[in-house]
């Protein structure tokens, strides 16, 4: 038995002695070109370590369990193998130098590939190229101390086997750039859907935010979320659990094909219900099919439902869907469609509101020769109605809960610069977002130890969003983008403006690529230094009253002002003294625009694309960019 002991023990310690890497440091990384990178990591106390790279040596010792070196300035290129030794011996492969770009913010940034494959199905089939790397950041949080390495995470390079998995943005960012510059481009994801800024925030850069640290100091105790948590999950678990044992549909075979549903009320789809009816909704509809298609696969869609879906064709289950954003793209297998009669059934779960499904969306069965509208006559039924699901707390939004745990690992690491896609979740409070957002501009940089010429920051603007308005209207989405374009005042940042590649009825828009075009642009610009290209569409810097009418000065017109599809100017509105807006004449004249209005005489101030949906603003510069949505007054917000 003591032989056995002194085992343990000295494989214990032989386990402690191991020279053990972040998961950033890994195979397929790509490292920060002209810079000192820092190699970083663990292994026993004063254990002397090694770290060949490119015909160079390094040498250090471990203090505190922690060790790290500096590589100085490494060659351009790749792929090249590093070489870690301490009581053991750790070989990466296939690195690269290049340029290493972090990727955050919310949901906008997060979609996959494989969410907007429809759109770019020629992106999809020839993505292959080993020189552009991707690192998906584990999504998770911690409110109560600083993480130094994450749970999980690799590099992979872009190919057929991994596209879809890649973020849409950051592909297609680094895809522009390595056109433009033939250099390795590594990508580090670090968002997670519905996150508001705060969350990726350090407690040090909220300080002067009370109710945030408030909030945190709340939250932080032992147990405390962990507690909260299990409260959530249990009063959604019974509401689920109650919902499906009581849902008449599931005890009556509702999802049959030959269902006698002569009884159900009728529905026109697409639409939501009337009236809010949380719980299980069945819809279903028939549809005849020629011969030639019986049998044959086909694709199913069926837009985008609120909340949750599961949908049979025939009886016959083909998919589902377990909350309301994403499309809904299923498969018909083969051997399902027959000739003559066939039936479509979704079962619907609406947790809050009136559920449904979302209005100018595709609603559709596609052969490759034949397409099936869905849209109109539908029966449906009601198979439990109760009570609406309260709305789950999410922790990981939590101020300083994803700073702890998804970019406090990443700061040893030496980065090109920053894109940033995110605010849809501080809509509510846009003033509040005016100061934190440039905060936590700010404060990255200081954790990073840089100064802004060497860590520039790229952001996209709000995209258009929600039904546009017949009158001109002051609303929190326009608000919000006023916010975001005062961060440039920051230094070395820069803004893609998308109120034109929106969508009226889906937060995330399909068109990822024209919003990583113009991030790129900003990027070749303020991050690349060339001066020749122009890094954004036309800012508002200045106005003056003339007569009856309000000039306008803008900088970033680049090669001249255009209005876009040459029609008439569209989306200004102005207004008197009483504060009245109304939609408003404008011209072009050389550098400059001139906005007036037979119904106002005196005006004071003028608006452009101030809305959630600015659909009609169609200002540009000549390199077809459009121009910021902005105004000329400080008026308060009417409540």
Known sequence: MRFFYIFIFLFANTLFAQVRLPKLVSDGMVLQRNSNVRIWGWASEGEDIEVSFQQRNYNTSTKNGKWEILLENPNIGGPYTMQISGKNSIQLDSIYIGDVWLCSGQSNMELPMSRVAPKYPEEIKSADNAEIRYFQVPKEYNLTKKLDDFSGGNWISVNQNTIEGFAAIPYFFAKNLYEEYQIPIGLIDASLGGSPVEAWMSEKALKNFPEAIAEVEKLKPEGVIDSLEQLDQNWIRNWYTTVTAEDAGLKSGWKTANFDDSDWEEFELPGLLKQPINGVVWFRKKFDLKSEFSGKPAELLMGRIVDADSVFVNGTFVGNTTYQYPPRRYQIPENILREGENTITVKLISERGRGGFVTDKPYEINFPEKRIDLKGAWKYKVGKATEALQPQTFYRWKPTGLYNAMIHPLLKYSIKGAIWYQGESNTSEPEKYSELFPKMIESWRENWHQEASNFPFLFVQLANFMESRENPTDTNWARLREAQKAALNVPKTGMAVTIDVGEWNDIH??????????????????????????PSGPIYTSSEIKNDSIILHFEAVGSGLKIKNNQELKGFAIAGNDKQFVWAKAKIE???????????????????????????????????????PFRTDQWKQNR
Do not use: C, F, M
Request: hydrophobic share 40%; aromatic share 8%; net charge neutral.
């Open 509 to 534: 828009p399909l068109d990822k690529k024209t919003v990583s075009d113009r991030l790129a642009t900003a990027a070749k610009h303020l991050a690349y230094g060339d001066a020749s290209v122009v």
């Open 590 to 628: 050389g550098d400059k625009v001139i906005v007036y209005s037979p119904q106002v005489k005196h005006p004071v101030a003028v608006r452009y694309a101030w809305a959630d949906n600015p659909e009609n603003a169609n200002l540009y510069n000549k390199e077809d960019l459009p121009a910021s």
